[in-house]
């Protein structure tokens, strides 16, 4: 049970971070609190870029696979994805761009 958590968890939370996170991640700050370019960010030829970008959204699915232990046989899964999809779209980007 928890691992197929961890395996939707994770393509959720890659997914969340390619379309919008690693923009406000690493985008153009606005006002020193979110990232605002970067939205669906392509690696085109930069190699650097690629290699970046799967650590980055990797760290996002383990950081949103921590909290896979509280709630597990506890809430159901569409719950369990909707506490994933908030932490990969806000917790994360938003607590690493300050970082």
């Not at 690693?22 to 985008?27: E, K, L, P, T």
Request: proline share 3%; aromatic share 16%.
């Amino acid at each position: 049970n928890v691992a197929v958590k961890n395996m939707g968890d994770f393509v959720l939370s890659v997914s969340v971070y390619w379309l919008s996170c690693f923009g406000i991640m690493f985008g153009a700050s606005y006002t020193g609190l979110f990232g605002t370019s970067n939205v669906l960010v392509s690696v085109g030829d930069d190699p650097r870029l690629l290699v970046f970008f799967i650590f980055q959204a990797v760290v996002c699915g383990i950081a949103a696979t921590v909290d896979s232990g509280a709630p597990a046989e506890r809430t159901s899964f569409k719950a369990y994805l909707v506490i994933s999809f908030v932490v990969s779209l806000l917790v994360y980007p938003v607590w690493g761009h300050w970082a």
